[in-house]
């Protein structure tokens, strides 16, 4: 290996990629929304938009709204359905060079069942990350990852209609995400990555109605960043299976936080909104950092957060 | 479409809140059209966070293209302070602007407030067509000089709130006692301002049969059809239930947005 280009590589169970840096789910539509900004085949990998089995229109607007250092968001979940998805979004996809991974969630655990398997033998797609932050519509709309067990049906479903690597992605809205862990492991995740959107709410004093539509919506951006550095330091101390971190990543720096805590990759989502190129700039910086630092490895960084205080 | 560091040559108060802002970009001004918008990253800080929409209100020379905007958060302050020569993050042109009539029809252009901005760069695109330019305000203090605009030989009237100039009233009287005037003639409506006022725009429009595309504004995230967090809803001639304002706009045939939902 070229003494000034340090190998960026890092491997997520099954899944390598070419560099830690993936964009997140939601954040950053299909791809091709950005493709005339930069070089896509650039990043780690790419998370599509959250798929459902049938189209969805999302929630009413307003859908986002700023809060300090973030942004609330009600989408809805907006999304064509996974018949679309396969016809218009997955041809393109595969003529790139890069890791793509489906976001899937369900309003059921045969939903997710049914996703997993109408997803099963295609080419183009590396992986799966299931959303587990969404409301379980048979147990009265509370979210299937605020529960260990529901979480590791979704999980063991998805594992056994899934021919891919499955990463489930764990909400932080819960009491103690290392339990979620540790269950979905034990189900069969391949992968864990967090964190989801922390539920949040916003009001209008002028008019005293909540600033979103939805009344709550997800808390993303530099905001959430040190709850989810928290959380990925619990659960890579809990669990074997590769974590994947990200929440409030806005540079390298905080990228870094994010290695040095565990995490064998990061996501990066709001900062797409702010940066388009966020992604990239990122990949390069780290680079450089670890040049500078004579890191020959990227994943020669990775967990070694250090206690010693002196 | 890019996104660059972009040069800001002035940046002053023209009206009561209102800057005038010129920004060097020949690639922008390369695709842009009237009705598009750019993203401006107005502070490199994080708060605030989001880059703020403004359309594109004109062109100068063949490198500079112009945001007129009015202060009214902490967004559109920072950019108010802002200073000849520092650089900005922009990125654009985006969305969907609006169709031009062909030539020899009539237009009417209906701005209410800062809603004139994309309504400026659309006048100066039809300069050879028979307009009608109405601009609305709430008092003659916030009434944007166009006279940098090139504009001369148009029709213009103006209405305030406050009566303090023109008509007193809402700017949609002088639009109403212009259709019912002008019986043979069918003209093409442009429009941009407060909901309200589309709203009754749309509604003159449709009762009188004539074409009408309006600007509308929504809270916006990526600009670039990314976050989904745009939508307004459609009515009931389109076969989806939102539109995405940055992708599928922020241009629309008025009678293709469901006014009592938007
Ligand atoms: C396509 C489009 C074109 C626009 N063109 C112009 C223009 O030419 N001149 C101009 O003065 N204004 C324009 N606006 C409105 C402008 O984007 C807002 O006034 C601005 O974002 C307010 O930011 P703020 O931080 O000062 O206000 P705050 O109220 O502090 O903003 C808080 C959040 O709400 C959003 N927001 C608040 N009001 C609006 C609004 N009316 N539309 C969209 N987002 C809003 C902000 O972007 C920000 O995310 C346009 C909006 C859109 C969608
Ligand atoms: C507008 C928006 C839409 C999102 N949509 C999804 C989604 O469809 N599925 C999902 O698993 N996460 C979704 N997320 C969560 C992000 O992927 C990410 O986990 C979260 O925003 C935290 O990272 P960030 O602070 O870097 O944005 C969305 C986030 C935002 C802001
Ligand atoms: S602003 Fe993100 S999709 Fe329109």
Sequence with gaps: ???????????IGPLELK????????TFGYGREFSGLFDLNLLGGIVVKGLSLKPMAGNPPPRIVETPCGMLNAIGLANIGLDLFLEEKLPWLKTLDTTVIVNIYGHSI??????AAGLKGLDGIAAIEVNISCPNVEQ???AFGTNPSVSAQVTETVVKNSDKPVIVKLSPNVTDVRAIALAVEKAGAHAVSLINTLTGMAIDIDSRKPKLANIFGGLSGPAIRPVAVYMVYQVVRSVKIPVIGGGGIMDYRDALEFLIAGARAVQIGTANFVNPEAGVEIINDLKEFCIEKGIEKIEDIIGTLCFTRD | MTEQKTEIIFNSQVASGTFLMGMRSPEIIAEAAPGQFVMIRVSPGLDPILRRPFSICGIQRDDIFLVLYRVIG???????????GETLSVLGPLGRGFNLPEKGRKAILVSGGIGIAPLIFL????HDMDILFLSGYRSKKEIVPVGWAGLSGIKTFISTDDGTIGHKGPITDLLETDISGSSHEIPFVFSCGPLPMLKRVAETTLEHQIPCQVSVETHMACGLGACQG???????QVNRTYFHVCQDGPVFDSRSLDWKNL
Aim: glycine share 10%.
């Design chain 1, 1 to 11: 290996m070229n003494e000034n280009q340090p190998d960026l590589k890092v491997r």
């Design chain 1, 19 to 26: 560099n830690p840096v993936l964009t997140a789910s939601g």
């Design chain 1, 110 to 115: 045969d939903e997710y069942g049914a996703l």
């Design chain 1, 140 to 142: 009265g709309g509370m």
């Design chain 2, 74 to 84: 902490k967004g559109t302050l920072a950019l108010s302070r802002v200073t000849q």
């Design chain 2, 123 to 126: 006048a100066q695109k039809m």
């Design chain 2, 230 to 236: 745009c939508a307004v809803r459609t009515s009931s």
